[in-house]
């Protein structure tokens, strides 16, 4: 994977991995809140590899949680790293599908996944801090590291295992070799204006209206034309919220709803449609991600009114994604940096988007996953989909401020990353200081009575 040209960069041998709970008491402010997850604490499970080689650079990789739970991750990702430890970093990505298939069929560890769950969720962080140690090697954001690789360097990396069906390898490097097209001209553009955006910061469900109504007005002072509203918690309500939102946002702008898997099927039809008259978009997780069916048949009744469904955040793996779209069960498709495994298999899942010609609008909310996931995004549009029609990236302005490469926003767009890496290096005092239980926040908040 690592190509003639790159491989005399790539160096060291992964003397450790380290794991740590990282939570951020976003529950005290409502933020995050929604009809499922009433009161998150914005968490990960995060990440550090060292290497013995001479230039001192560590990876950093961490995936996304809500608070409690983090701690299974992190006893995962400590199982896993018997598989990374000791290796040779050339070794893992000249090899990178050998590497990503050998963590994911641990013939013991498999059996509480596989490639799902909180094993999936602990190889994605464990891929990430790979990437990132990668990247910072080769002096290169994640982005750009793929965007340069050619498409048999690119595939190499991708485990097709069970999904031949849907795209074989063959299709795959076809559709990159179609992306190398007009890809200079795509990277221009990208590092001129962005990667356009939208925001879910305004309209979280537990926030009151008047909160509701600073934001938006903030928001469109900043330029924003594409707002997210949580829903699913009470009908009435719904439309109240989506009415206020929409008089502020006037009829030209775009609305999107979300529902965060809050309704049975039936429901979610019934139940969007009493919202169809504010125009939106798509309704977002409207029953449980893992009813393909389900999905489907929601998408189907919606297509009257104009409405798609988008579906992804909480999406297991490219299996599932892989059904999802040969259903027609989704018009949005949200991949996640850190749901999947890591960049490895959110490459398939491009591909299989650009195949089934389904544009992709990744979910890039809670801490780091707007940091990880605008490589993904800057890449598919420079080098497989090569369009921006109906395709705009999550963007929550929540946590930045901890992280050492932070996203840039310009015009409601993100600026491609410039810094080496994956942008995940978390500010080494924010990492100590709300690392659970004995960071410093932690203990102040736990013992109060």
């Known amino acids: 994977c690592a190509g003639r040209g790159a491989r005399g960069m790539v160096r060291g041998r992964i003397t450790g991995l380290a794991v740590s709970d990282v939570r951020f008491p976003t529950s005290l402010g409502r933020h995050g809140s929604d009809a499922m997850h009433p009161d998150p604490d914005y968490s990960a499970a995060y990440v550090v590899i060292e290497t013995d080689a001479r230039d001192g650079l560590k990876g950093y990789g961490l995936t996304f949680t809500l608070g409690k739970g983090t701690e299974v991750v992190v006893c995962a990702v400590n199982a896993l790293s018997i598989h990374v430890v000791n290796k040779d970093l050339e ?28 094993v999936h969720l602990a190889t994605a962080a464990v891929l990430n801090a790979v990437w990132d140690l990668w990247a910072k090697q080769e002096g290169k954001p994640v982005w750009k590291l793929l965007v340069d690789m050619d498409p048999k360097q690119l595939l190499s990396c991708i485990d097709f295992r069970y999904i031949t069906d849907a795209l074989t390898e063959e299709e795959a490097h076809e559709i990159l070799q179609n992306g190398l097209l007009g890809k200079k001209e795509r990277e221009e553009q990208m590092l001129k204006h962005g990667y356009p955006a939208y925001t879910t910061s305004c309209a979280w469900l537990g926030y009151p209206d008047q909160q509701l109504k600073q934001l938006c007005t903030e928001a469109l002072k900043d330029g924003w034309t594409r707002f997210k509203v949580k829903v699913g918690d009470d009908l009435q309500d719904d439309i109240r919220r989506c009415r206020l939102i929409r008089e502020m946002i006037g009829p030209d702008k775009t609305l999107m709803l979300d529902a965060n898997q809050r309704w049975e099927v039936k429901e979610a039809i019934e139940w969007v449609t009493k919202l169809a008259e ?24 919606l297509v009257p009114l104009g409405i798609g469904v988008a579906t992804g955040e909480q999406c297991h793996n490219r299996v599932i994604f892989k059904q999802l779209l040969q259903a027609k069960a989704l018009s949005y498709l949200q991949i996640d940096s850190c749901r999947l495994g890591s960049v490895n298999e959110n490459l398939s899942v491009l591909l299989m988007a650009k195949k089934f010609q389904i544009p992709v609008c990744p979910h890039a909310g809670g801490v780091g996953l707007c940091e990880l996931v605008q490589h993904l995004i800057i890449f598919d ?43 995940t290096e978390m500010k080494e005092d924010s990492a100590r200081k709300y690392q659970f239980p004995q960071g410093e926040i932690w203990q102040k908040l736990l013992s109060k009575p």
Not at 279 to 301: R, Y
């Open 91 to 118: 070794e893992i990505v000249s090899d990178f599908r050998g590497f990503y298939r050998q963590l994911t069929s641990d013939g013991q560890l498999r059996w509480i996944g596989p490639e799902k769950g909180a």
């Open 381 to 423: 549009y420079i080098s497989v989909s090569g369009s921006l029609e109906n395709r705009m990236c999550e963007y929550v302005d929540h946590l930045h401020e901890h992280f050492k490469y932070p996203v840039i926003i310009k015009k409601a767009s993100y600026l491609p990353p410039q810094d080496a890496g994956y942008s």
């Open 278 to 301: 504010f125009k939106p978009l798509w309704i977002e997780e409207p029953t449980s991600p893992d009813d393909i069916l389900g999905h489907a048949a929601i998408s189907k009744a």
